[in-house]
């Protein structure tokens, strides 16, 4: 079953051969769940195209949406222990294997890969051949740019990287609009992430948290989060290690010898729900502080950004529950999950608000998971108490 190179057999051929071969594999397993000999027949027929697939990741670099679907296939495939319980069945370890020989086939074809067609759609944009509102059929792209129908996952994934850096949106039916702004998302997740590092919600020796937990503090996806990093590292503000958490460099440029107490950003966020008072007077004393933290995250996972008076008055009350959390938070020692939260809520109350009100939308989402956080941390802390 193992598939080495024979001379005179394209690679093209061997992946087809191959995928029949697992095919044929897959229809005498005789359980449901994946035997020892079974995982080892996969793995002897993997095992020549694993480094090409590796291979492949390295030269995705640019993409982020294709370096991260090589390294998410690679990683469904890999077995590195036949000793282990299989965490699936054999259908899933067929069906990894399967994606996996597929992913490889496509890039036998010609034409350009997922980095260049973005730098071309990219380059198009700014100089105005698609101006904002342009719908472009990916079919279309695929066709202008030499890509054969069979690769239009090239498309896609060049697709997601304009996407991810808000230049474009991608209906359901696959097509591609150019935005009215070519406003950078990554951007502004690494600025406000250099907010909370500078104003000492994160610092030095510690890593930061891993790419989940970062993402959800800041309301971004992962792949926003991995571009976001990308930008601090070059900024040397963080060292980027593949298979291990981000970490502050000593000496960032963001290091300050002190950060602002939280008194300090106290008066800050008061301030601001001074400016915001009159939007919420009439709904300022009985607020359900949870109930419009989660009105606010609907409204950003819908992306459905709310007339401004709404949207402030929302706010107004989600400030009010802040204030009440940070103030008790001085009773919080440093170093505790408590205080990290409290402080994370005191930064992104008392930061500036946004000119633009989407912007604002996606702030008061970042101050509603921070106070939904500590509301959670504080309930758990006296049911244990």
């Keep these: 079953m193992t598939s080495m190179p024979s001379s005179g057999i394209t690679p093209a051929l061997r992946l087809r051969s191959d995928l029949l071969r697992l095919s044929r594999t897959a229809s005498h397993f005789r359980a449901p769940v ?10 002897r027929l993997l095992a020549p195209w694993l480094p090409i697939a590796v291979a492949h990741r390295h030269n995705a670099r640019g993409s982020v949406s294709d370096e991260s679907r090589w390294s998410s296939l690679i990683a469904a495939a890999e077995d590195p222990d036949l000793d282990a319980p299989y965490p699936g069945d054999a259908h899933a370890l067929y069906s990894r294997a399967q994606d996996l020989l597929q992913a490889l086939l496509e890039a036998t074809r010609p034409g350009p890969v997922a980095r260049q067609l973005a730098q071309g759609l990219r380059q198009s944009i700014v100089s105005g051949e698609y101006p904002p509102g342009s719908l472009l059929p990916m079919s279309h792209v695929a066709a202008d740019a030499g890509v054969a129908a069979a690769s239009l996952v090239r ?11 808000g230049r474009v949106t991608v209906d359901s039916r696959k097509r591609i609009r150019v935005g009215e702004s070519t406003t950078d998302r990554p951007t502004l997740v690494a600025d ?8 000492g919600a994160y610092r030095p020796p510690a890593p930061l948290p891993r790419a989940r937990p970062l993402a959800r503090t800041v309301r971004a996806s992962p792949d926003e989060i991995a571009l976001a990093l990308r930008l601090l590292s070059e900024r040397h503000v963080v060292h980027l290690q593949r298979g291990a958490r981000p970490l502050l460099r000593a000496e960032h440029p963001l290091c300050t010898a002190q950060p602002p107490s939280l008194s300090t950003l106290l008066r800050q966020v008061e301030l601001r729900a001074d400016d915001l008072s009159g939007a919420a007077a009439q709904h300022q004393r009985e607020v359900d502080a949870r109930r419009n933290c989660q009105w606010v995250l609907l409204w950003w996972r ?3 950004t709310p007339p401004a008076a709404e949207l402030h008055s929302t706010l107004a009350s989600v400030l009010a529950a802040a204030k009440v959390l940070i103030a008790r938070g001085a009773d ?3 170093d505790t999950t408590s205080a990290h939260l409290v402080r994370v809520t005191a930064i992104t109350a008392a930061a500036a608000v946004p000119a633009d009100l989407d912007a604002q939308l996606w702030r008061a ?3 509603s998971t921070a106070v939904l956080d500590c ?5 758990a802390r006296d049911r244990s108490a």
Aim: proline content about 2%; aromatic content about 2%.
């Design 332 to 334: 919080h020692d440093a």
């Design 365 to 367: 989402a970042c101050l």
């Design 302 to 304: 819908r992306r459905r």
């Design 192 to 199: 406000w992430l250099s907010v909370l590092i500078e104003q």
């Design 34 to 43: 994946a035997s020892p000999s079974d995982r080892a027949a996969v793995r």
């Design 375 to 379: 509301l959670s941390t504080a309930e």
């Design 155 to 165: 498309v896609e994934l060049a697709a997601r990287d304009l996407q991810l850096e």
